[in-house]
């Protein structure tokens, strides 16, 4: 099933054919007026050098006024061979899609709302029948059926003609396209960058992508590069607002040579005060007496850590650079964003 954009916005017809397989444009005169396009011709001529095939509108009150419009707009340099001419249905408009198949060009007859239409436009030749499903559906009419009927008449009688499903509103509309088995479809950006989206498929790349984190990230990689050190010789208060400027929940206290001697947390804080009363504030910081602290060395994999955190039940780590305190990792680091 072959894939157009329907657009006039420059932008979004950028951004769509970057994708690198659609197969072409789709345009409106109604697109370009309220995109506030003033150069049509030269519109048309820009959107030709951008896109693999351009289908677009040649009107006229007649056959001859609709074959000299189309040969008009290729005498701008457009390619007949990447060019389609796209024509409301009546009468006349069949007529001229008979005549532009004669010289050999490309028609699109659109606007189609009865498989009578559609008939008339395959038995003149057309290269293309557009039936209009959201139109058709907003004035209560069984659209799908028609369209699943164009699918069926083409192949029951072997018209050299493919069915577009036009008029698309959402997802759901490309997915009936599918079902019917169209041959092309025209879809808004909008609707077309939301064909590959879904929940469960969201939920599973960012698993993929937290455990290769977790694989091939190291520790030293993933900290924020904000080392909570404070001196021994610090009080108490001091180190309280050190804590609060550097974001943590702890400060790594060391001696004066650089080396550890423990780790200082808002839960340390929080007993003390329980246990001591405020006086404690006025006190040194490294009069207190420490545990070991859990640490990891700055190149561990992240697996690692996420195995301490869940058998340790904490939520930051000191990093451990020979030795020396390097960082602190927190459980959040463990994510990619």
């Known amino acids: 099933m072959e894939l157009y954009l329907d657009s006039a916005n420059l932008k979004e017809i950028e951004e769509g054919f970057k994708l690198g397989f659609l197969d072409g444009l789709t345009t409106t005169p109604t697109f370009m007026q309220r995109e506030g396009i003033a150069d049509i011709d030269g519109t ?4 030709s050098k951008m896109v693999p095939v351009l289908q677009i509108e040649a009107l006229g009150n007649t056959a001859e006024d609709v074959v000299k419009e189309a040969r008009r707009q290729l005498d701008l340099g457009l390619d007949p061979k990447r060019t389609v001419f796209k024509i409301p249905v009546s009468l006349e408009g069949v007529r001229a899609c ?3 198949r004669n010289e050999g060009l490309l028609v699109n007859v659109h606007l189609v709302y009865t498989l009578q239409q559609a008939y008339m436009a395959m038995h003149a030749g057309a290269s293309y029948v557009c039936p209009l ?7 209560g009419h069984d659209a799908l059926a028609l369209v ?9 009688y072997g018209y050299d003609t ?3 499903f036009s008029s698309v509103r959402h997802a759901e509309h490309v997915r009936n396209a599918i079902n019917i088995g169209v041959h092309t ?23 993929f992508l937290s455990d290769t984190r977790l694989m091939t ?18 009080n108490m208060k001091d180190a309280i607002v050190k804590m609060t400027e550097f974001g943590f929940g702890c400060v790594t ?16 804080l929080r007993r003390l005060l329980q246990n001591d009363g405020e006086h404690i504030l006025g006190k040194k910081i490294g009069d207190l007496e420490y545990k070991t602290p859990i640490s990891i060395d700055a190149n561990a994999l992240l697996n690692e850590a996420q195995a301490i955190f869940k058998k340790m039940n904490v939520d930051t780590i000191l990093v451990l650079d020979n030795g020396k305190p390097a960082g602190m990792l927190d459980i959040q680091d463990l994510k990619s964003y």
């Open 44 to 47: 048309i001529l820009k959107l």
């Open 98 to 100: 008979k005549l532009l």
């Open 133 to 139: 499903v959201g139109r058709l559906q907003d004035q």
């Open 148 to 156: 699943e009927q164009c699918v069926e008449a083409v192949h029951h």
């Open 162 to 164: 493919k069915i577009m």
């Open 185 to 207: 479809i025209t879809v808004p950006l909008k609707v077309l960058k939301g064909l590959t989206e879904n929940n469960f498929t969201t939920i599973g790349t960012e698993q």
């Open 217 to 234: 990230v190291r520790v030293k990689e993933a900290i924020n590069g904000t080392n909570p050190l404070v001196k021994a010789d610090t």
């Open 253 to 268: 206290v060391v001696n004066e040579d650089g080396s550890l001697k423990g780790v200082f947390t808002d839960g340390d």
